[in-house]
């Protein structure tokens, strides 16, 4: 093995001695482990290492990257980083100033690799016995993913950041057919590298099988607007899609239109709601010490009592935009720069039990853990992989899973009850621009939103 | 490569190597303005194995490492699902044109300077829109061996345009963009630039639309956005094999309109998804899908071919794992209807140029449903403005099931589909 120790005292020296308003280096080493299982059977087992490593460099605004697995000639690197970036600067080359860091990290779990990939196969076996005791089950997906990652962050500005992560995640999906019709229902987990946490889900591996015969003879919803509740997952996706997205500054300063709309005290809801992103708290898929410029993590207000009050950055989006890093650059692995990201995001609790939430609806929908989400800045949709019609104030008849959409100038101040129930969800992986899935988590209690749009017959 | 494949010999009854390395630039400008430089250089390795009539698979970036890989894949082994196909022995490949060198040659400045004149092109016509823009370069170069003596090596170049706009205006958000890729160098910006120019011309003024079954038209991107996330699933060779696609029993009947035709093309001269291989080493061809509206074959690699009794249509590809079955470029052959013509029929309906959120949805069943992200309402035989905070909902086999028409325009769609627009009669929609 390349050792990237070595590699990395190298780079420290180096990095110092170029022409460039700045230059830092992440060398990396993983390994992964995953299994797969589709139908009755194991269809995929393998394990994987990978090494590599980055420069980056900015010269009067303009940024050169170089990214590698090979770690040899890594003056000629450097010096490519800083071509490039020349090539491109005109400007003033801007980064909120932060303090040269020295640390190591230790990960809080211990590295899921080290459990014997038989005591993992038993786990999902046991899972997918359960899924297959269910009458009219036609397939299954099991997909269990565990990494292990050792980085060191380094700069021309003194910093020197060792850090390790592990991350595990578990997706399953069941899939029932009968008749040519085809229904799937699915769940998704994630954990901060801690093997236990995917233990001891029998019965909801169970509910997931069941669910997905059940589908096959619920009725389509019709479309069109509704009151709509959604439990804590999907809620969570919601305000990473609906939100958390326009609140990443790189979309945001350099257009002077978005500025304006983005403008802080701009009101965006109910004075209950308030929305967070912290990767400053500890043991969850966002979570991290510094991020991948090496800046400190923070717990960040995007939405205090329903006013526009922080938004995600980046050093240079922070400076740009003469606002404080919050520590969100984040890359998903070394072939990648670091880009804006959220960590763990989510509607802090209010007040409202789920009961009261329902209460005096008529005819609504609600709408329960999630499959998927995307954004368009103001528009976005998000799917829920449950839902079921609300009739006179009680949870009713199971529905085939619906996509919901929204506008965010609209949909969140749409928002009239939050509950008291926060849960957080470590299933999700989140994409932009290239790269994922990146780690993330997101969260929420339940929540009421008025005239949602529901995409149906 | 050649090292590990003879040391994994001694440990397991089969083996096979497969190496890829990659060396990739791209200018990439942000506002309008260039902003970042990128390189990147890439290498892996990847071992799969059989033992014990198991498969085993492991794999590293450091080549040089052959004990770690292949103790990997041999632990691995132990677990693997049994092999029920042979490594390829030597075979004779077609030759397909998928190297140019010039595009390995074409120098930064060029690369820059095709950005800017894309982005003034867009700019001289709506000056307050801001770009993102991206001109990339790529050669691939691929290895592959296993101990049966099979063996096939072959580079690729691919060079890619692309570029994303914003307009805003108070709240309201207009996101318009194209991209394209080729194996040659692209030099020609104008032709990227004139979709972006007809979506901004389209959606000039806005239009409302009401909630009803209503006649609509997917433009070629329509088509990749809405539609064909689920015929890949359905089409995969491995969803067949577990029962869960709804035309896996149906080879040879009738499914889709007569008019339509659907195949996979990796031969195609120049076409960044063209390649002489799969991932195992199995020659390209062209695999029919659906003929005049008949189901006449699906995509297989070599081991969902073996447990379904059939043979590998060439369509094992990795995704960084271990292969399966994958389209390559989809090609809908082209009707005889204009897109004007079909314009000209409706009365009151949609276009939709882009649907988001439709692959979230119970694609294995065809269902879609999704926000029009970029889509335009159509008034007595004329397009009269955008649509927003809409929704479809649909499914692809009733959709596709008769009476659709079919344009007479082929595009290419982000490199891997060319299709031409399609007209479906009746689809719901939602609107606020």
Redesign the interface.
Known sequence: ??DIQAASRQLAQAVKKYNADYIEARLEESQRS??TY??K????????????GNIRALVKG?????????LNDLPHRIE?AVK??S??G?EESKLAPVEPIVDTVATEQDNPLTIP??EK?QLLDEYNDIIWRTPKL??SVIAYGDSHKKTIFLSSSGSFIQQQRTDITLRLSA?A?ED?????AGLSLGSRGDFSSMQGLRREVEEMAKHAVELLSAP?VK???YTVVLDPVLAGVFVHEAFGHLSESDFVY??D??RE?MVLGRKFGSPELNIVDSAAMPGLRGSYKYDDEGVPATKTYLIRQGELVGRLHSRETAARMGEKPTGNARAINY?F?PIVRMTNTYIEPASASFDKIIADIKEGVYAKNW????T????????AGEAYMIRNGKVAEPL????L?G?V?TTLNNIDAIGNDLDMNQGGGCGKAGQMPLPVSNGSPHIRIR?C????? | VENILAQAKKAAEAAEVFQVSSEETSVQF??NR???????????VALRIIKGGR????????AG?AR??IN??V??A????RAKFELPSPTTYPHIDILDPTVESTP?EKM?QLGQELIAIITGHTP?I?CEAMVEKETISLRLINSRGGQVSYRKSIFSLGIMG?L??????L?VGEGQSSCHPLTQPREVADVVLQQLELARNQASIP?RQLPVIFTPRGVASAIIPSLMTAFNG?TVL?????IGKRLGQPVFDPRLSLWDDPTLAYRPHSRPCDDEGIPSQRTPLIEQGKVVSFLYDLQTAALANTKSTGNGSRHG??PTPSPTALVIAPGKTPFDEMVSDIKEGLVIEQL??A????I??G?F???V?LGYKVESGKIVGRV??T???GNVYQLLKEGIAIGNQPEWVGGFLQTPHLYCPRL?????
């Open positions: 093995m390349t995953h299994i589709r139908g059977e194991l269809e995929s087992v393998g394990q994987s290492t990978a090494i590599g303009g940024w050169g990257f170089v990214s590698f697995n090979e490519l490039q970036a090539l491109v005109k990939l038989a196969k036609q397939t899939v057919a040519g019709e085809v229904q799937q389509q479309g069109g607007e350099e257009n239109r978005l709309i072939q720069p499959f998927g989400g995307t368009s800045m103001e528009m976005f949709t998000f799917s085939r899973p619906v996509v959409t506008n100038f005239h749009l529901v995409g149906g017959k | 942000e506002a260039l902003k970042h430089i990128q390189t990147k250089q890439s290498t892996s498969l085993g698979y492991a794999t590293t970036t450091e490492d770690s890989l990997n894949a632990e691995t132990q677990f693997g699902m930064i820059n307050d801001l914003s805003i205006r108070g709240t309201d958000m996101f909630t491995k577990e029962g869960a696609s709804p794992g271990l988001m959120g692959e979230q949805g119970n294995l069943g269902d449903s999704g926000n992200l927003k905070n929704m479809v909902s719901s929609v939602a609107s606020k």
